[in-house]
């Protein structure tokens, strides 16, 4: 069974960290890119990150570059997004999802159940 499962939120105060794991199985994680998402009240799905699979290509939306941090462990199967320097506007319901392919594009077709990040002010 192709499954992703988010882990690693919880409530923060601004200015702190935070360390999110997406653990895959059912599939060879270094065979798809992987990317995070987040959700947020009232808000549409926002792509924060991704890592191409093989050759580890990032991508980071502009809204969290400089602070956020994809990783993957391919003999984990998981893939980390390290968020530092957190802000209230990052509290949402994060969300990792398995791309077509080893390339970081839009279109997935698995997603995960998402793990709620609340930074404080």
């Known amino acids: 069974e192709v499954q992703l499962v988010e882990s690693g939120g919880g409530l923060v105060q601004a200015g702190g960290s935070l360390r999110l794991s997406c653990a895959a199985s059912g599939f060879r994680s270094d065979d798809y890119a992987i990317g995070w998402f987040r959700q947020a009240p009232g808000k549409e799905r926002e792509r924060v990150s991704c890592?191409?699979?093989?050759?580890?290509?990032?991508y980071y939306a502009d809204s969290v570059k400089g602070r956020f941090t994809i990783s993957s462990d391919n003999a984990k199967n998981t893939v980390y997004l390290q968020m530092n320097s957190l802000k209230p506007e990052d509290t949402a319901v994060y969300y990792c999802?398995?791309?077509?392919?080893?390339?970081?594009?839009?279109?997935?077709?698995?997603w995960g159940k998402g793990t709620l990040v609340t930074v404080s002010s």
């Open positions: 999802a398995r791309s077509l392919g080893r390339l970081c594009i839009s279109g997935v077709d698995t």
């Open positions: 890592i191409s699979g093989r050759y580890g290509v990032t």
